[in-house]
């Protein structure tokens, strides 16, 4: 399997798991067969666009969201401040107000923690 083919896999993954959705459930929504969706994680078949824009719509994210990771990879250590923009509107879109609130005061003490672990140092 290529290393495109398996980021991609494991991007949809990730997507889906994120969302605490199963397989089925995936399937269900995008309209697509359960075992589609197996062989696409599995990096045993590649999506057409169709089956790209249905799995976008069911994740609510956008293809381009998707298809990024072919290029760029999930295990890169160090992902563009762009990418990441997008990933955290998509995740925000998904958000209750409570969650989002959460989710900022999260990013606060990461971000305050950071400051006062290199001050340390």
Partial sequence: ???RRRRLAARLRAL???RGMTQEQLAEYA????TYIAK???GK???SLEALERLAAALNVSVTSIVRAMDEGEEASVISEEAFIVDLKEILR???EGQKSLLWAFARLLKRYNISHH???
């Fill in 31 to 34: 309209n697509l067969h359960p």
């Fill in 1 to 3: 399997m290529s290393d």
């Fill in 40 to 42: 696409i994680e599995a």
């Fill in 119 to 121: 001050s340390a140092e």
């Fill in 45 to 47: 078949r590649l999506p």
């Fill in 94 to 96: 998904g958000c209750s």
């Fill in 16 to 18: 889906r798991q994120s």
